[in-house]
């Protein structure tokens, strides 16, 4: 086993292309379930210059039923998307919230898709899709995150902070950054690199010197106050390493929904089953069973069973009971694997994972979701409904089943 080694994860900004259309997409999921907490919805969003068009699969009492919309509900939904994208801070020439023009291509959702997810007389609600989900945790950082990933968002995070406040005037919505750790065991001993494009007005670059070193000075800064002192020694730094980048977010590249799935979740340091959240209400397993695998990996490494680990779990779509379960703490464990999955299936109120008992125990049908579609899905603090998949209230009960 290697114990030196260099891992990177990236990040990007809310005004990232493919970000814009995340958020797009969980403002109509929160729009949706705000209405109908039964709500099915499965949206994707297209972002380009000045056009922004929604497509996917609804379902919405009161709101979308027998294939026809309520009166002004797809004025409300315009709004919405309009309201997203000006919240960002795009009033740009080539994307702007009240410029764009919009396409409204939802429709009902599949009846042979509701048939089997809907519970009825001899059948619990089966899950929305097949697939495989995972869930990570490590003792690395405060937020049980992979270091990479935690300092990439916090850079981003605090420079949209900044932009939005005005103290960062010289910024622009669209942000990419980028964090080389080296490791020496299973610790992060030293940054070696990090890179941030950052989208910016108009003269902050190579052409005029002194504002292209102000900027390069600002970003710096937060990376010194992101990062630990100790680990910024030998750091390499590449600040806008292209030159300049005036035209940015959906009028530089276009956006999709779901194209981000490694920043949402892990920066590549766990697997993923390759489905993607944004858009999706919580009857799809893609969401709600990645969501509760981190909140099950979180609890094993907060409870002491292990430093890392990794839960796998596995549906088939209309079938309520997963078809497996797979932990793995990397040799970390106190215990052994096949004991902590068998505790996990043995707590009653997690009700055998099927896909209602997951939605019931986190509370999923609410609209929560706009504020998981920047800057992770993971790591984020748990606060009243927000983020329910980072509580550590399984400590004591795996404690328990484990005693």
């Not at 990376?223 to 977010?249: D, S």
């Not at 209602?356 to 409904?385: C, M, S, V, W």
Request: proline residues 5%; contains cysteine; negative net charge.
């Amino acid at each position: 086993m290697r114990t030196t080694y260099l891992f990177t994860s990236e990040s990007v900004s809310e005004g990232h292309p493919d970000k814009v259309s995340d958020q797009i997409s969980d403002a109509i999921v929160d729009l949706f379930l705000s209405k109908d907490p039964e709500a099915r919805i499965a949206c994707e969003t297209l972002t380009t210059t000045n056009l922004v068009v929604l497509a996917g699969e609804i379902r919405c009492k009161g709101v979308y039923e027998n294939g026809e919309w309520a009166p002004g509900a797809e004025d409300e939904i315009e709004q919405v998307v309009r309201n997203t994208v000006k919240r960002i801070g795009y009033e740009q020439d080539g994307f702007h919230w009240n410029n764009l023009k919009f396409i409204n291509r939802l429709h009902g959702q599949s009846a042979h898709i509701a048939q089997g997810v809907d519970a009825g007389a001899n059948k619990d609600e089966g899950a929305g899709d097949q697939g495989i989900m995972f869930g990570y945790a490590t003792d690395e950082t405060p937020g049980y995150m992979p270091a990479t990933l935690y300092y990439s968002h916090q850079i981003l995070e605090r420079m949209a902070a900044d932009r939005h406040s005005g103290a960062a005037p010289f910024l622009e919505p669209d942000a990419k950054s980028q964090v080389t750790l080296r490791y020496e065991g299973s610790l992060p001993v030293a940054a070696t690199a990090v890179v941030v494009s950052t989208q910016h007005k108009p003269g902050y670059d190579e052409d005029n010197p002194a504002k292209k070193a102000e900027l390069e000075a600002y970003v710096k800064k937060v990376v010194a106050e992101v990062i630990p002192p100790v680990l910024l020694r030998e750091t390499e730094y590449f600040i806008n390493p292209t030159g300049k980048f005036e035209i940015g977010g959906p009028d530089g590249d276009a956006g999709l929904t779901g194209r981000k799935i490694i920043v949402d979740t892990y920066g590549g340091a766990a697997p993923h089953g390759g489905g993607a959240f944004s858009g999706k209400d919580p009857t799809k397993v893609d969401r709600s069973a990645a969501y509760i695998t981190r909140y099950l990996a979180k609890n094993v490494v907060a409870a002491g069973l292990a430093t890392r680990c990794t839960i796998q779990i596995a549906y088939a779509i209309g079938v309520s009971k997963p078809l497996s379960l797979y932990v793995d703490t990397h040799e970390t464990g106190t215990v052994g694997d096949d004991k902590i999955e068998a505790a996990i299936l043995g707590i009653a109120k997690l009700g055998g994972l099927t896909p209602r008992a997951i939605r019931t125990h986190l509370g999923l049908n609410k609209p929560i979701y706009q504020p998981t579609a920047a800057y992770g899905h993971f790591g984020r603090k748990a606060e009243g409904d927000l983020f329910p998949w980072e509580r550590l209230d399984l400590v004591e009960d795996l404690k328990a089943a484990l005693a």
